[in-house]
């Protein structure tokens, strides 16, 4: 039984006759192989397929869960600059940085009426492009003629008037003074509250934002106010408190006492510099609301 083999003839009509001795094992092989691999083929297409999709997906999440670890970096460094804040500040700060956040989206003031020139002027967060006309009119409490026309001749902060001008002219060396908007886009400052505290201070808070994640960004800011006379003066401040070396936010929290000679109704503007690497990248004027009675 072992010897038995079966016989293939191969002939051709122009050929002589080829014969092929077969053992039944290889023949079984090689029909059972017939039969497998079509559907070891079909097995292999599906299998493909289907770890392909899988490996789409597998992508999908992964460019997914980047995205998440990224806002929980962003998320991370704004709490540990918020902690740093809330460990290294006195109980003044403190509260002025909680009330922030409310401060930041005031509710839309109700519109001025004939008898009333005060009647908008109590916003606490200061918007940049505000007239100074406006601020000095609600300060003074002027009526509301006068108002209108503070309103019509100070459409924007960042033009003063002529003597405004002339003494900006005269100081234009000063350090920290604010001759006129700046911006290279290298930071971004949103969300400026200012207010007047106890003792003739100023409290002051703005969001600092770094566009570009991927380079450190370093320096201090450089605050001063604009008086009614239109003399342009620097604050005192902590330097810890106006340094700032970041990769994507900071909230800048600080006070500072008024200039001398200088009455809190007297102030008109906060001018807002950022300095980095011995040049500014940022300046802009922001109004500042008039001391509560």
Known sequence: MTDEKYSLLLMRDDCRVRRLRVSPLALRLLTVSLVLLPLLATFGVWAGFSFWQ?????????????????????????????????????????????????????????????????????????????????????????????????????????????????????????????????????????????????????????????????KLLAGQAVLSVQAADGRILPLKVDPDTIRFQISRFKKMVTSAPLPDGVAPADVQSLVVELESEGRIIYREQYPVPAPEK
């Open 54 to 214: 899988a490996n789409r997906a597998l992508m999908s999440q992964n460019q997914s869960l980047d995205r998440e670890l990224k806002e929980a970096r962003v998320e991370l460094e704004r709490l540990s600059n918020l902690e740093s804040l809330l460990r290294g500040s006195d109980p003044e700060e403190l509260r002025s940085l909680l009330g922030s956040a409310a401060l930041a989206s005031p509710p839309a003031p109700a519109p001025a009426t004939p008898g009333d020139a005060n009647g908008a002027g109590d916003g606490v967060v200061a918007v940049p492009g505000q007239a100074n006309g406006q601020a000095q009119g609600q300060t003074a409490n002027q009526p509301s003629t006068s108002a209108s026309g503070s309103l019509a001749n100070g459409a924007d902060a960042r033009v003063p008037d002529a003597a405004s001008q002339a003494v900006a002219a005269a100081v234009a060396d000063s350090p920290g003074e604010a001759r006129e908007a700046l911006s290279t886009g290298e930071a971004r400052v949103d969300n400026v509250a200012v207010r007047h505290g106890s003792g003739k201070r100023l409290r002051i808070n703005f969001d600092l934002t770094n566009p570009d994640p991927k």
